[in-house]
């Protein structure tokens, strides 16, 4: 049958890279400056330190400037789903749109009703009706991850549905097993933690040069305590969550564990690569060919992280693609061309039994549904042409991988050490930590960054696992349209994120208010 | 007795609801629309936009919940629609991203672009986001190129695997080459900023603005009118997309709309009090100039006209979005729906909505204790 051009269905890819990665730039600073402000206001109402007003205050307009935009960057998420994705829509909305819905109906109303009682009410409400609202926003942005996260999660580890041959889409069986899936509140503790890390290395950042020029010191260091510990709270959770995560992968995803190791050949035993490169020269799964020029590697670490057993068996890309190794439930796993073959003969059930049931042939009718049934969950491998399909893009999902985690081991680090130098006292004389604190900011964003690259990029081909590739997902919309909005988005993101930066630069410039002067209006 | 057919009902009913509430809501939009025009100075302009800045998000959020509510509930026509007329929606969501950014934007220093350029983006978001909508709400009625053939993800369609398929190359912007498309537009356009106006006169402690809204609520609510006339009446006597309740065949009635309309009194009474309601707020307010609440009767009347307008597309065996290209591709209630079990869980969810419209009104009240003037634009805190 014929395939949607190539050309377009990257185009649609690249066109929803483009959105969420703008997208995710601003809401883990909206999460995470959210929960910071939260603490802050907090403590105000609990102290009545005008100080702690001040400092709330501050970060809530930089939070304010920030949400805008990320509401901006997020409405197109929503709809592109229809507007690229058009045979995905209909071939799992059923399941897809409810979290999509609740998130709309549950939290999205939420967090913009009560962000105008925040940013309006300092003078209209009560204090603690003023902190409640705070706090609810915070709440309602963490609740809109959560719906957000269980869609994606579902994309990643379909559960809880039927295919349907007579509406020809999957139907949502079991609602709890779609909410409670172990991958959608992995996905969604992991997301969210590096929100709080994002945006705790931010505050830190900033406050680090304050610092450094030796401006509002006594508002830098009631900023960095709160940063400090909601930081190291959030990415020593972002490793024990990252656990879960790479656990799950490891259950459901192999070939994306396999691309995220950069592991060709499954072995017993296997290690973690630590730190590695990859041989450019590696061109097939299945050449004789070194897959690393370099790898220091922690010996069984792998196998324990990704089944709990030291000795586990974890298998590559080539035992992937070739099949016959044994997995964790006993059964032989199947080669790419054994799922070939049944994904093919699932597509040809539910074509004969759509023919059957239009012709009035009733009988045949069941038979057909049987075929299809014992044959779905090879489905989407119907679509793919080699076991090459298969197979993600190694070097960047390794690399984004590796780079995120060193990351993260490097904040642990650093929050750390500048909890220790806060207890000390000794912060605001120790220039070289104020330093790595501020040019630390951008660090945070490229990790998070990376992690949805390794998520994302990590399943392919698949946008629902094993069920439906990216190539059957798309709109019949011609390549030239989707570049035209592509240029489109990337010049109105790019330029809104760069007025973004400056307004926030001049903000940060300015300072918070002076408590004197706190009933002026603030630009 | 809770069936599968109920439950489209039912459904049916939150989206138009869900339409009714983004319309009225669109007076934001309706104010943006009007920034230049009603004010002469730049203390005004700022006074407006401070009012309309206040209740963006609600649009916003509502525009972002019909969406994903659509999508639970008919994914059909997301899939459909969105995926078929690129163009009109992805012109009506850049509108909309723009709008998002601006008031928080242009008065901030380092903007890069200028406070008029933002402005520029809140004019456009409210001429293109409120007569695009208008246009596409229009498309329910007349009809759009589409073909729906879910036999092509097995290969049993000629033209590839896509199940919903646009004919139109123009991808939804030829609505806008039909009149009648082109009338619901422009009376949404003039609908908004009549609400607009009136939200002004209620809202704001600004003896010049009010006066000139009122001038404006006529301005616009006239148009408004003559629009939105020519719109019903040519729909009511037009053909319309019927639906054999035994075979679900598609075919054209002459004066389907009408006959909805009389087949179900309660949704025609509702509609006439909605109208009427519409009318009232609109021209008490022009005549009589101490009264200020013609938003709450023309933002109740708009919610009620626009949620029967979107029953009677759906309901009593019709077509809701109707395809003039294949008449059998049609999407109704019953072909285009999620599964009884995903709309029964749905519904539980929307029991929520009594508690997001309570909260919403605390909210409100809260905010909207006083009226809005130039001083407590000083005192609240924080300013656009």
């Known amino acids: ?523 | 007795m809770i069936t599968y057919e109920f439950l489209q009902q039912y459904w049916w009913f939150i989206m138009s609801l869900l339409g009714g509430l983004l319309v009225f809501l669109l007076f934001v939009q309706g104010g943006q629309s009007m920034l230049g025009s009603l004010s002469r100075k730049e203390d005004e302009k700022k006074l407006l936009i401070n009012a309309l800045g206040r209740k963006w998000e609600y649009t916003f959020t509502t525009l972002v919940t019909f969406g994903g509510a659509f999508f639970a509930s008919f994914p059909l026509f997301y899939s459909t629609s969105f995926g078929g007329a690129y163009w009109a929606w992805m012109i009506l969501l850049f509108c909309f991203v723009l709008q998002a950014v601006s008031y928080e934007f242009q008065s901030k220093p380092g903007n890069i672009f200028g406070p008029r350029v933002y402005r520029t983006f809140l004019f456009l978001n409210g001429v293109l986001g409120t007569f695009l909508l208008g246009v596409l709400v229009a498309t329910f009625f007349t009809g759009s190129d589409f073909t729906v053939g879910k036999g092509n993800i097995a290969g049993l369609g000629i033209s590839g695997a896509v199940i919903s398929q646009w004919q139109n190359p123009l991808h939804g912007l030829e609505s806008l080459a039909n009149l009648r498309n082109l009338c619901l537009g422009f009376a949404v356009l003039f609908l908004a900023r009549t609400l607009a106006s009136l939200f002004f006169v209620n809202r704001l402690r600004h003896e010049v603005l009010e006066n000139r809204s009122r001038k404006f609520v006529l301005y616009n609510g006239v148009p408004f009118l003559l629009f939105f006339l020519v719109f019903l009446i040519w729909t009511l006597f037009d053909v319309g997309y019927a639906v054999d309740p035994v075979t679900r065949a598609v075919s054209l009635e002459k004066m389907k709309y009408l006959h909805n309309f009389m087949d179900m009194p309660w949704i025609m009474v509702l509609f006439i009090l909605g109208v009427v309601a519409v009318l009232y707020g609109t021209f008490k307010t022009v005549f009589s100039p101490q009264f200020k609440k013609g938003i709450w009767f023309a933002g109740a009347g708009t919610i009620v006209t626009v949620t029967m307008l979107l029953l009677i597309t759906g309901y009593n065996n019709t077509a809701y979005y109707p395809s003039s290209t294949d008449l059998q591709s049609s999407l109704t209630l019953g072909n285009s729906s999620s599964s009884e079990f995903t709309l029964t869980a749905m519904a539980v969810v929307s029991l929520f909505v009594p508690v997001v419209i309570g909260y919403i009104i605390y909210a409100w009240s809260a905010l909207e204790k006083k009226r809005l003037g130039m001083e407590e634009l000083n005192t609240d805190g924080n300013a656009y």
């Open chain 1, 1 to 523: 049958m014929d395939l949607l051009s190539i050309s377009a269905v990257n185009w649609a890819r690249a066109q929803f890279a483009l959105t969420a990665g703008y997208h995710w730039i601003f809401v883990p600073l909206t999460i995470g400056l959210g929960l910071i402000m939260a603490i802050m206001e907090s403590i105000y109402v609990k102290t009545g330190d005008e100080k702690w007003k001040q400092t709330t205050r501050f970060w809530q307009k930089i939070f304010g400037i920030n949400f805008a935009i990320g509401v901006a960057t997020g409405i197109i998420l929503e709809f592109q789903f229809g507007t690229n994705w058009s045979n995905y829509s209909w071939f799992v909305g059923d399941i897809f749109g409810a979290p999509l819905a609740i998130e709309g109906i549950v939290a999205f109303f939420l967090e913009a009703t009560f962000i105008s009682v925040m940013f309006f009410g300092w003078n209209r409400v009560s204090k603690k009706a003023h902190l409640a609202s705070t706090w609810l926003v915070f709440v309602g942005a963490t609740l809109s991850a959560f719906w957000i996260l269980v869609a994606n999660a579902w994309m990643q580890y379909p559960v809880g549905m039927e295919f349907n041959p007579n509406t020809v889409r999957n139907e949502m069986v079991d609602f709890w097993a779609v909410v409670l899936s172990p991958v959608a509140y992995n996905k969604f503790l992991h997301a969210v933690f590096s929100c709080w890390a994002v945006g705790a290395s931010f505050v830190a950042g900033v406050s680090g040069w304050y610092l450094l020029k030796k401006r509002h010191t006594e508002f830098a260091i009631q900023s960095l305590r709160i940063a400090a510990l909601v930081g190291l709270v959030g990415f020593v959770m972002l490793a024990v969550t990252g656990d879960g995560s790479a656990y799950q992968v490891a259950q459901k995803q192999p070939m994306k564990l396999a691309a995220m190791e950069g592991l060709y050949e499954g072995k017993e035993g296997a290690g973690l690569s630590a730190f590695g490169i990859l041989n450019p020269n590696k061109t097939a799964y299945n050449d004789e060919v070194k897959p690393y020029i370099l790898n220091v590697e922690i010996p069984k670490l792998l196998s324990f992280l990704a089944y709990r057993d030291p000795n586990a068996f974890v298998p590559g890309v080539k035992d992937i693609i070739d099949g016959g190794y044994a997995l964790p439930d006993g059964t032989t796993a199947l080669s790419f061309e054994e799922r070939k073959v049944r994904g093919e003969i699932a597509i040809q059930a539910l074509a004969d039994q759509m023919v059957a049931r239009k012709d009035g042939r009733v009988d045949e009718v069941a038979s057909h549904e049987a075929i299809l049934k014992d044959n779905y969950a090879h489905f989407g491998y119907g679509y793919l042409e080699t076991g090459e399909d298969l197979i993600p893009d190694i070097p960047l999902t390794y690399y984004s991988f590796h780079l995120m985690v060193m990351i993260g081991i490097f904040f642990i680090l650093l929050f750390t050490v500048v909890l220790y130098y806060l207890y000390r006292k000794k912060m605001s004389s120790t220039r070289w930590l104020q330093y790595v604190a501020l040019w630390s900011i951008p660090l945070s964003f490229i990790a998070t960054q990376l992690g949805w690259i390794v998520a994302e990029v990590g399943r392919q081909p698949w946008t629902i696992q094993d069920i439906l590739p990216v190539q059957i997902s798309a709109s019949a919309v011609s390549a030239g349209n989707i570049i035209t909005t592509f240029i489109l988005f990337a010049l109105i993101f790019t330029g809104l994120l760069a007025a973004e930066a400056t307004i926030m630069v001049k903000q940060i410039k300015k300072g918070p208010a002076p408590l004197s002067s706190e009933h002026q209006p603030e630009q």
